[in-house]
């Protein structure tokens, strides 16, 4: 599975970004997907993940009310809507597909997953 993640870039304070993720290479639409994100100096940290019908998510206490996961199965394709952006928020943001079928709280470790893509930059200016 290759997943490429994009939509990233500069933004103000206050301000959004809609983030995609594709995959490539396997149907993703039986697998929960989540996003992961690493800021400067520290380590990966969980944010979102949507089960595989997007009926179900898990949110990290930083970013609920502000970001919103969703997907389509139809274009093999996960997003990550970010409103309220925080200069915190500035990291870069990693997709990932989840390693086996089912969704629980496990979805919120990176062990959880199976293939990740290559990041993509969000930078919040304060």
């Known amino acids: 599975v290759q997943l490429q993640a994009f939509g990233g870039g500069l933004v103000q304070a206050g301000g959004s970004l809609r983030l995609s993720c594709s995959a490539s290479g396997r149907t993703i639409s039986n697998y929960a997907m989540g996003w992961f ?6 380590e990966r940290e969980f944010v979102v993940a949507i089960n595989w019908s997007g009926g179900n998510t898990y949110s990290a206490d930083s ?18 809507q970010m409103d309220y952006l925080k200069p915190e928020d500035t990291a870069v943001y990693y997709c990932a597909v989840a390693s086996r079928l089912g969704f629980s709280a496990a979805m919120k470790r990176e062990n959880a997953y199976d293939y990740w893509g290559q990041g993509t930059q969000v930078t919040v200016s304060s």
């Open 37 to 42: 994100r690493q800021a400067p100096g520290k």
């Open 63 to 80: 970013v609920k009310g502000r970001f919103t996961i969703s997907r389509d199965n139809a274009k093999n394709t996960v997003y990550l």
